[in-house]
Structure formats: structure tokens, C-alpha cells
């Protein structure tokens, strides 16, 4: 850990290098309390960004979140609905067969009394 400091610091050095064009940044007659205060104003800007886009973030993730909770009580009511819909049919179905085998049965008895009624009227001519 402490190598990667002093790497991210020495390549600091390299850019202020650059930019001055000496390496000695003690003799080159800057302002150091004021460029640390500018310096330490622009870190304020930047970390304030940071923070706000962490929070957007954070909300945007809060929200996608939310809709997948939502999506998986959606999906959990539904599968309710499914089952409930899966026992009406059901139902539904047992019903027609009781009332076609009541038909049937009811039928059966009453065509041997149509018979017999049929045999005691007389025949109109």
C-alpha cells in the first residue's frame, strides 16, 4: 500500500516537473500557502462531485432495487393468480362432469318409466 503512495506521489512530481520544467519545487519562488489553499479548495470541488455522484448512484441503485422487489411481488401475486385460476378450472371442470353424469344417470332412470307410460296410454288415432 504504501509503495502505490509513493508511486501516485512520484508520478506527481513527474507531471509538476513537466509543467515547470525544473524538478526542485522548493527554489522556484511559488506561493506554496496559496497554492495548497487553491489546491485544497479544488480537492473540496472534486470530492463534493464525488460524493454527490456516489449518492445518485446510490439512489439510482435504491430505485433499481425497488423495482426488482416489486418485479418478484409482482411475479409472486401472479403465480397466486395462476394456481387460483388452475383450481377454478379444475373446479369448473369436476362440476360439468357431476352435472353430465347426473344427465346421464337421470336418463338411464327415466327412460324405462317413459317406457311404461308410453305402454299404459293408448294409442291416438
Do not use: C, W
Request: net charge negative.
Amino acid at each position: 500500500m504504501n509503495n502505490k503512495i509513493l508511486k501516485l506521489i512520484e508520478e506527481r512530481l513527474l507531471v509538476g516537473e513537466k509543467k515547470y520544467g525544473n524538478e526542485n519545487v522548493i527554489s522556484n519562488g511559488r506561493d506554496f500557502v496559496q497554492e495548497a489553499l487553491e489546491e485544497s479548495l479544488d480537492l473540496a470541488v472534486y470530492i463534493s462531485a464525488k460524493l454527490i455522484e456516489i449518492k445518485e448512484k446510490e439512489k439510482e441503485m435504491g430505485r433499481a432495487l425497488d423495482m426488482e422487489r416489486k418485479q418478484d411481488e409482482f411475479e409472486m401475486r401472479l403465480k397466486k393468480v395462476e394456481d387460483a385460476v388452475m383450481k377454478i378450472d379444475s373446479m369448473i371442470s369436476t362440476t360439468v362432469q357431476h352435472i353430465d353424469l347426473h344427465e346421464s344417470t337421470k336418463e338411464v332412470i327415466e327412460t324405462p318409466k317413459k317406457a311404461k307410460k308410453a305402454k299404459k296410454e293408448p294409442a291416438s288415432a
